[in-house]
């Protein structure tokens, strides 16, 4: 007789699937007595009986057949016994429920079979079909419930940690004078992400010179993410070296095209120079949007040169140029990616734009820093709200001075 063979059971009550079973039970005797009684129970069952627990790891691990959804374990086998055999097989198979079948005078093993992971235990000298039945159904739902739970916490474990982990890829401003004040916002369009495409940076270099950089990787996924945290993270190490201009275009795009997932993808990057004395800015544009200029009196939108976008030509060399801009005694410069003027404002699908967010800001215009950065992401937001709202991820950097003495 083969170790495993299948024993149908009667049809039971309802039109319910049936419940996948298999009976770990040498003793043919008990095997016999258990399928009588769950053929009396009227519980729809597939019923499979192993001899052995080998013979019954085999069955759970078999590829391709129906996952068994409830094993009925006796403790006493040729190959194995004790709680030994309820690990092994809760190994074997951990989404299945065991319900372990134990002698009359063995109930503080079954006990222990619970505490060890079984759902629950059955004696076998007092069977009967409602209890059996009662026992299967409960131990399955009980299983299922667990499994539930334990997925649900992995999964806010997993949440937790990705969470803390982009926290921690968040830019900190790195600046020692004081002389530039620096207020971002950072929304990314991936609802249950803190990070995304877009990124931004500020560090002051050791001769006062306070460098900005603002960026948008194409694309919202988690690739784009961390390829715009790997870009700014070398932006930060190579101004720190040194490397500034259209030097450090050149390097991003390589790392850029290093780091890419496919040829496809590209960044637009604006690079910013904020010298001591604070009277002029040089500015390198790679197909990034311009950059607003509050001063008294009003805002400004100013369009310096522009280069391509990294990534798109990378054959070339120093495609991009420097640029200067003359600055205000004091004022602020909004360094913005395009999710905040690119949402769609009008039921014929007209976006905002870049004149539609120079009337805004213009109303905004004598407003704090705080006051300013957050009317803009709001007032942007209320716009688009009724037609998807932000659709791409929104990056916003302010930095302000005041008039030296």
């Avoid at 982990?165 to 401003?173: A, Q, T, V, Y």
């Amino acid at each position: 007789m083969p170790e495993a063979r299948a024993v149908p059971s009667a049809p039971g009550r309802g039109v319910e699937p049936p419940l996948t079973i298999l009976l770990v039970e040498d003793d043919d005797g008990d095997a016999l007595l258990v399928e009588e009684t769950l053929r009396d129970s009227g519980l729809t069952a597939r019923l499979t009986r192993a001899r052995s627990l080998a013979a019954a790891l085999r069955l759970l691990g078999a590829e391709g057949g129906v996952p068994d959804q409830c094993v009925l374990l006796d403790l006493h086998l040729p190959d194995a016994e004790g709680l030994d055999v309820v690990q092994r097989v809760l190994r074997a198979a951990p989404a299945t429920a065991v319900v372990v079948l134990t002698g009359l005078a063995e109930e503080g093993v079954g006990l222990s079979a619970v505490a060890a992971g079984a759902q629950d235990y059955l004696i076998k000298g007092a069977l009967d079909p409602a209890v059996l039945e009662r026992s299967i159904r409960y131990a399955v739902q009980r299983r299922q419930i667990e499994q539930a739970a334990v997925a649900l916490e992995a999964g806010r474990l997993r949440a937790q940690e990705n969470a803390r982990l982009e926290r921690g890829l968040l830019p900190s401003p790195l600046l020692h004078e004081g002389s530039v004040d620096v207020v971002a916002r950072y929304e990314p369009s991936r609802s249950l992400g803190l990070l995304s495409g877009d990124f931004y940076d500020v560090v002051e270099t050791s001769d006062g010179t306070v460098h900005a950089v603002i960026g948008d990787v194409s694309g919202h996924g988690p690739d784009e993410a961390a390829l715009g945290v790997c870009l700014r993270v070398a932006w930060r190490s190579f101004t720190l070296a040194g490397v500034t201009g259209t030097d450090v275009c050149e390097l991003m795009q390589k790392v850029l095209v290093a780091e890419r997932t496919g040829p496809e993808i590209f960044a637009t990057v604006m690079t910013v120079e904020l010298p001591p004395g604070l009277a002029r800015a040089k500015v390198v544009r790679a197909g990034h949007p311009p950059l607003l200029l509050r001063e008294v009196g009003g805002v400004r939108l100013v369009e310096t040169a522009a280069g391509p976008a990294l990534g798109l030509l990378p054959g070339g060399t120093h495609p991009w140029r420097e640029d200067l801009m003359d600055l205000p005694a004091a004022g602020a410069l909004a360094l913005f990616t395009d999710g905040l003027f690119e949402g769609r404002i009008s039921d014929d699908g007209r976006r905002l734009g870049e004149e539609g967010l120079l009337a805004l800001a213009a109303a905004h215009a004598n407003g704090t820093a705080e006051e300013f950065v957050t009317a803009m992401i709001s007032d942007t937001r209320a716009l688009s709200a009724a037609y998807g709202g932000h659709s791409d991820d929104v990056a916003l950097l302010h930095l302000e001075w005041k008039q030296q003495k």
